[in-house]
Each structure stands twice: as C-alpha cells, then as structure tokens.
C-alpha cells in the first residue's frame, strides 16, 4: 500500500467521522429541545457545542470533496443555528 493510498484512507476515516459526529450533534440538540429537564438541555446542549466545536476545528485540516463540503457545511449551519437557539454564543 502505497502512502496516498494511507493518506487517502485516513483523511476519508476523518470525514466519516465528521459527519457521525455532525449527526449526533444535531441529536443531542433536539433532545435538549424536547426536555422538560434543566440539566438534561444543558447536558445536551454542552456535548452539541462540544461536536460543533470539534468538526468546525477540524474542517480546515482535511480534504473533502464538493458533495461533502456541501453536507457537512449544511449540518454545521443547522448545528449553529439550534445551538444558537438554545441559547449559545458562537
């Protein structure tokens, strides 16, 4: 296996994750919406923020293609805006 083959696996490892972890986010920000419990939305809303910050941090780093960038800056801007919602500066 050559190296551009090992970057390639690895950088597609991060973009999968990236988007698992766009989507757990989105998760965790609908069930801060749905709670009636203070420390469940706050819960919740940390580990959205967390996940907001972690793909938004590691974005740059990576090389995704067009149907990608497309998807995950769509998630990313829906993740902002319920976090935003619930009450976030970003």
């Not at 973009?15 to 203070?38: G, H, M, N």
């Not at 590691?58 to 935003?84: D, H």
């Amino acid at each position: 296996m050559n190296f551009e083959r090992v970057k390639s696996n690895a950088n597609q490892a991060i973009v999968d994750f990236l988007k698992i972890e766009l989507s757990l986010a989105l998760t965790f920000a609908d069930l801060a919406f749905t709670t009636s419990d203070p420390g469940t939305r706050d819960r919740n809303t940390a580990n959205a923020k967390k996940a907001y910050e972690t793909v938004s941090a590691k974005l740059p780093k990576i090389e995704l293609s067009a149907a990608e960038a497309a998807q995950v800056q769509k998630g990313l801007e829906r993740l902002k805006s319920a976090l935003r919602s619930l009450g976030e500066n970003l």
